[in-house]
């Protein structure tokens, strides 16, 4: 069996009589890796066992795969196979021997984040015709790595439903997206939002609690009075915050702390 998770990949032996005698896989640990979690699997939360039967040839390269029991989803069925076929290479005393086995995928829990306050900016330049022209990334505050990335996620196409609410169509012009996160007593990042001749669509605040243990609590919406066009969308409360690593005390242990983060789009002209 291999079990598909952060970096973790185990093998369970088939039972015995099935897998041909003296068939030895030689590079079980390059079949699979996290890398190879299909996207469209990650979004749509999809886990699963998938059970497959390999025919190997004389050469030891895979001849055929084939799924003996699926894991519901046809996305990890077919890279199942689809990679073990490419990849495996086996040890084999004569052709067409049988081999056995099965591939947990498992998404991986997300990692505890660092408590990093930052600013991070997307000015995205769009065409007459909502184009995505180019993204310039800016940034402020200690660190902006591992921060949300507004170019890698927007910077070439918009969706179109932010497209209509961001509206001002028919003209060339830029959309600013800003995203900024702040812990405890630091200092309040620079804000760019506020340039001359951009007009403020939304503006989203969000606080939050974080325990000793590093999990998020009370997290509640702080209304600003300027939500705008984030209003209709769906709070950061309702997931994807934290964990976090605590912060440590004087005497090195870990002590519970506060959060926020703001979101802001902006348009120019």
Known sequence: MLLVTVAVLAMQAAPAGQDGPG??????QEWITE????ASALR??????????????????VERCEITASSGFADLDAATCALIARRARFSAPRPGMPYHSSVIWQIPPT????????????????????????CEERSEGRAASGVYA????LGTELP?????????????????????????????PARFYAEPKQTLLGRRLVQFDITESGKVENCRDTPTGQEGIFTPMP????????PFVPPLDATGQPKATTGMVEMAISRAP
Do not use: W
């Open 35 to 38: 890398d190879d979690y299909p």
């Open 150 to 153: 507004v170019c890698e996620d």
């Open 111 to 134: 990692p505890p984040r660092p408590i990093v306050s930052a600013h991070v900016a997307g000015v995205i330049r769009l065409s007459a015709d909502d184009k995505v022209l180019g």
């Open 160 to 188: 179109a439903g932010m497209l209509e609410a961001v509206g001002g169509g028919g003209v060339p012009r830029a959309i600013t997206v800003e995203y900024v996160q702040r812990f405890g007593d630091d200092a309040e």
């Open 44 to 61: 749509n939360d999809e886990e699963g066992e998938v059970k497959f039967k390999l025919t190997v040839a004389g050469d030891g390269n």
């Open 23 to 28: 068939l030895k896989p030689l590079n079980l």
């Open 235 to 242: 709070s950061p409360c309702t997931g994807g915050l934290g």
